[in-house]
């Protein structure tokens, strides 16, 4: 760390850099509050015009991967559930 920040051997920490890292943290885990809630909202909207939440929440996630991996994973799986007689 640098010297103006923490000075180990005295035990002393520039307390308005540490302030302002934290009031910084503090307002994105605020705005990341905000978001959530509005992410519940949409959710909650499409489910009130008769989608399903949770098919939603999977294919979010399925759009996330890459592609390859996804045709992977779904090769593995079709693979296990055949072998289960699924």
């Known amino acids: ?4 920040t923490v000075d180990m051997s005295s035990n002393t920490v520039n307390g308005g850099h540490l302030r302002a890292f ?3 943290i503090e307002k994105l885990e605020e705005e990341k509050r905000a978001i959530a809630d509005d992410i519940k909202d949409v959710y909650g909207e499409a489910k009130g015009t ?3 939440p949770k098919i939603m929440r999977k294919i979010i996630s399925l759009r996330r991967q890459d592609k390859h991996k996804r045709r992977e994973e779904e090769e593995i799986l079709d693979l296990y ?3 289960l007689g699924e």
């Open 50 to 52: 008769g989608f399903d």
């Open 81 to 83: 559930l055949a072998a």
């Open 22 to 24: 934290i009031e910084r």
């Open 1 to 4: 760390m640098s010297s103006d």
